[in-house]
């Protein structure tokens, strides 16, 4: 089932010059000068497109990220080297030159909660910079995503009994008691300086691929949404490069877990949390309450927002597979709402979807739960 809705009440202008090329230049920096750093792939797929009746489909491919399986890790680290130099006065430093600072480091902690992804990217990055971490997951999280995050980098990994935004306002206390630095990929009142940083982090898979797609502008983005806070930052770098004509973004979230689609029926330009009950394969996508940073981008910037039940994202995950990406539940569903919509001629007019359309789609994660994966797969 799909749910479609415009965005009626557009936001004002909003400043992304902080996602300009020039601007996110030193992340970029950093990132390529990580070992673990290769640029992911960009998937064109010719076959589906020239079957759909549309000009092209990019699939920016981050299941090949960092080792990672996700893209979260890129706003991780970034977040986590912005807390580092500034606890140790630097301004731009090197990895070398933090090294130096093994016993600043090393009393150093960073506490978060994830569904997932975002944990295993903080495990990854504190562990690279040799700091403790503390990651809380929310109740009906699977084992193995706490253990992935174990396996990441530093982590100490705990599955409450809580709902994800229970766990958010624990983690936050837990940081506050502690001394610790929260790393926390939504953002609220008083709590924006580091989800702006992590936001600004996954500009650089935007800037990838625009590269590789020679500058070439989509008539369509569809972003998957949790918080958001991807959505967003994707969406303020198209915005930046293409001021004059920015692309149509449509937000995808699961049926059951839909703050933007909730946010965008009420329609008054505040957040709201999703109704539904919660249940959803798309672990990642599984937030019930919109990042206020993201969303003064996306009330802006999207064009309306949608949402998709798990069987449209198991059809996303057999036709990438059939196409040779491994995408996860999460992952795919950006793709997915794609796929069902250029099946159906209701949608493909209401999202002027024609043979003009190029369409652009970010594979979020790779099999990041592969008993589940290869259920839906064989399925
Ligand atoms: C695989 C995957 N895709 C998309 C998202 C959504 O990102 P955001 O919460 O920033 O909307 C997440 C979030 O954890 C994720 O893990």
Redesign the pocket.
């Given at each position: 089932m799909i749910k479609l809705m415009a965005n009626k009440n557009r936001g004002a202008e909003v400043d992304t010059s902080a996602y300009s090329f020039a601007a996110t230049e030193k992340i970029r920096g950093l990132h390529e000068s990580l070992d673990a750093y290769s640029e992911t792939p960009l998937l064109e797929l010719k076959n589906f497109a020239a079957e759909k009746n549309i000009r092209a489909l990019y699939v920016k491919d981050?299941s090949k990220r960092f080792g990672l399986k996700?893209?979260?890790g890129l706003g991780g680290v970034w977040a986590i080297y912005k807390v580092i130099s500034r606890a140790l006065g630097l301004d731009n430093p090197t990895l070398e030159e933090i090294f130096t600072h093994r016993a600043e480091l090393d009393a150093m902690t960073f506490i978060t909660t994830?569904?997932?992804?975002?944990g295993k990217g903080v495990s990854w990055a504190a562990g690279l910079f040799g700091c403790k971490s503390f990651v809380y997951m929310p109740r009906g999280t699977v084992e193995i995503r706490a253990q992935a995050i174990r396996d990441a980098g530093s982590a100490q990994v705990q599955i409450t009994d809580m709902t994800y935004d229970d766990c958010v306002k624990f983690t936050a206390r837990l940081a506050q008691e502690n001394h610790w630095h929260l790393i926390q990929?939504?953002s609220w009142d008083g709590y924006e300086e580091i989800p702006a940083q992590i936001?600004l982090g996954?500009s650089t898979l935007a800037y990838e691929a625009l590269r590789q797609m020679n500058y070439l502008r989509p008539t369509h983005i569809f972003l998957?949404?949790?918080?958001?806070?991807?959505?967003?930052?994707i969406a303020a770098v198209f915005a930046e490069v293409f001021k004059e004509n920015p692309p149509r973004v449509t937000i995808v979230e699961p049926t059951e877990v839909a703050c933007f689609y909730e946010t965008m029926r009420i329609g008054d330009g505040k957040i709201y949390s999703a109704t539904g009950n919660g249940r959803t394969m798309m672990?990642?996508?599984n937030?019930a309450t919109p990042?206020e940073l993201?969303w003064k981008i996306l009330r802006r910037y999207s064009a309306d927002t949608a949402t998709i039940s798990d069987d449209v994202a198991a059809e996303g995950m057999r036709v990438l597979a059939a196409n040779k990406i491994i995408s996860?539940e999460?992952?795919c569903?950006g793709f997915a709402l794609a796929n069902a919509a250029l099946n159906s001629e209701e949608l493909r007019g209401a999202l002027e979807l024609d043979e003009n359309s190029i369409i652009f789609v970010?594979n979020?994660?790779g099999d990041?739960d592969p008993a589940n994966y290869a259920r839906v797969i064989n399925g």
């Open positions: 981050e996700a893209f979260k994830t569904d997932g992804n975002h990929d939504t936001m996954y998957q949404a949790g918080v958001g806070s991807m959505a967003g930052a672990a990642g996508l937030c990042c993201a996860g999460s992952g569903a970010v979020t994660e990041t």
